[in-house]
């Protein structure tokens, strides 16, 4: 192999932050405890089953490819850097120490007051391969080993009362890559195999010989690689006939570098970046920091108690859940970004995004912009829209006609007489009509607590100001 050495020192620990945000999807779920039904399938994206596994097990595909593009190469010839990243699953089993030295397994066990469960955990593996010479296709099969280690449980006399012993499966993966020319450009090809020799009989070892929350990193030299998502009019041809399967290339990194793609199990943002607010992992990309805070507020210490006894990471979401301040809180409430900049897809959390760099922020002066009490021209109850010349309010009568099929739930709307309960309007200036229906039986409840539906004006008829039966018998049944 032709091996090329790197320019300079390019450092990944940026990319890395971002891209463990998606290596640790569905590592533990909330509420974060092993009786949980939910973490008995923890394991939600990028997994990469045992090529020979039972249709019991419920495996995974073991393969994944994907395919980015990149501009002609600078003088000399330039390389890619290929990173392969995953998790290797680890047993924990638990061991209570017997009467007679020996060693019992248990499902949990309490020293001194602390308990400690027996779990999967995970170990971050990481793959990389020499640097690539340009056109220099490649096939290798990489091995990660397996191993044991034990951990003695002593008591605050010294005492040994049981053990941790953790497992590992030998694992092998296979990397490929590919080049070929398109339109003056290169497309690079890279796919990742599992190649585990032995079969799967049921779900947990499936699970134990898989590649977890696999994807990759790229780091190209002498050269630049094209976005995707928005390429630009030479590159877009080319940019159209890339295919992906399972693994879908953005570039990563500062704003506005092209050196770094990130090849992840979901679709993502070029230039993904962690939403500052964000105070640390909750193991899921896609929540809400916010929400899952407030969840783990809620629970009772014997929850809490088995989370911290779940998992060390668990231990430090509840740990840092209980420590937070008010203003620590009110800090993962959101920020408020201009309505008329280019979408950045979620606003909190691990892959929030692109760079807030260059975003206008709006200044409300250390006041939140959510808390009606601030702003006293937002008066939903009292705020009207004109609808076809008819002022429409709280209490307005509407027949509603949806169009924008939303929600299929819309279609059991059409032609319904509703109540409108408040007229509302977003952060991008677009108007919500709130309603509820008058032929709902559960109408009063839903007013109580405050369930309503919402729909556009341009979806609203304006009624007369009548009674409610004289138009539930006009409407159709």
């Not at 090329?4 to 620990?13: E, F, K, R």
């Not at 590649?211 to 990759?216: E, K, R």
């Not at 992840?264 to 970046?273: G, K, R, S, T």
């Not at 169009?403 to 108007?431: E, K, M, P």
Request: charged residues 25%; proline residues 7%; glycine residues 8%.
């Amino acid at each position: 192999m032709n091996a090329l050495s790197p320019a300079g020192p390019v450092s990944l620990d940026h990319v890395r932050t971002i891209a463990d945000a998606v290596l640790y999807e569905g590592y533990l779920l909330y509420p974060y405890r092993a009786s949980s039904h939910k973490n008995q399938s923890r394991w939600q994206f990028g997994v990469l089953g045992p090529p020979s596994a039972s249709p019991s097990s419920f495996s995974e595909d073991p393969g994944m490819e994907m395919q980015c593009l990149l501009a002609a190469p600078h003088e000399p010839p330039g390389g890619v850097t290929i990173h392969l990243r995953f998790l290797q699953l680890q047993v924990r089993a638990v061991q209570q120490r017997d009467e007679d030295g020996g060693y019992s397994a248990v499902e949990q066990l309490t020293v001194d007051g602390v308990s400690v469960l027996s779990w999967d955990e995970a170990v971050e593996r990481e793959v990389t391969l020499p640097v690539l010479a340009w056109n220099e296709a490649t096939d290798q099969l990489h091995r990660i080993t397996g191993g044991s280690e034990t951990e003695p449980l002593t008591d605050l006399h010294g005492t040994e009362v049981g053990r941790i012993v953790r497992r590992r499966q030998p694992l092998a993966a296979r990397i490929r890559t590919r080049w070929a020319l398109d339109d003056g450009f290169v497309r690079l090809s890279v796919s990742v195999d599992n190649e585990h020799p032995d079969t799967a009989a049921d779900k947990d070892s499936a699970i134990r010989a898989s590649l977890i929350g696999s994807h990759l990193l790229l780091q190209a030299h002498g050269a630049e690689f094209v976005s995707l998502r928005e390429p630009s009019d030479e590159a877009a041809g080319a940019a159209g006939r890339c295919r992906q399967r399972r693994c879908w290339p953005v570039l990563a990194g500062p704003s506005g570098t092209t050196d770094t793609v990130l090849g992840a199990p979901i679709i993502l943002y070029d230039h993904p970046e962690v939403a500052e607010q964000s105070a640390g992992a909750l193991f899921d990309s896609t929540e809400i920091d916010e929400i899952l805070t407030l969840r783990v507020m809620t629970m009772t210490d014997e929850e809490k108690a088995e989370a911290r006894a779940t998992d060390p990471r668990a231990r430090e979401i509840i740990d840092r859940c209980d420590g937070m301040s008010a203003a620590d809180l009110q800090q993962l409430h959101g920020l408020l970004r201009d309505p008329h900049a280019p979408p950045t897809g979620p606003s909190t959390r691990k892959t929030a995004g692109p760079s807030d760099a260059g975003t206008t922020h709006f200044d409300t002066c250390g006041v939140p912009w959510w808390d009606p009490a601030t702003d006293a021209a937002v008066r939903p109850e009292s705020d009207a829209v004109v609808i076809n010349g008819v002022r429409v309010a709280k209490g307005s009568l509407v027949r509603v006609h949806p169009s924008r099929r939303a929600d299929a739930q819309d279609l059991f709307f059409a032609d319904q007489v509703a109540r409108v309960t408040a007229v509302l309007s977003d952060v991008d200036g677009g108007v919500h009509v709130a309603l509820v229906l008058v032929d709902d039986p559960a109408a009063d409840l839903h007013d109580w607590y405050g369930r309503y539906f919402y729909f556009a004006p341009d979806e609203l008829e304006p009624l007369p100001v009548e009674s409610p039966m004289e138009h539930r018998e006009e409407t159709p049944s």
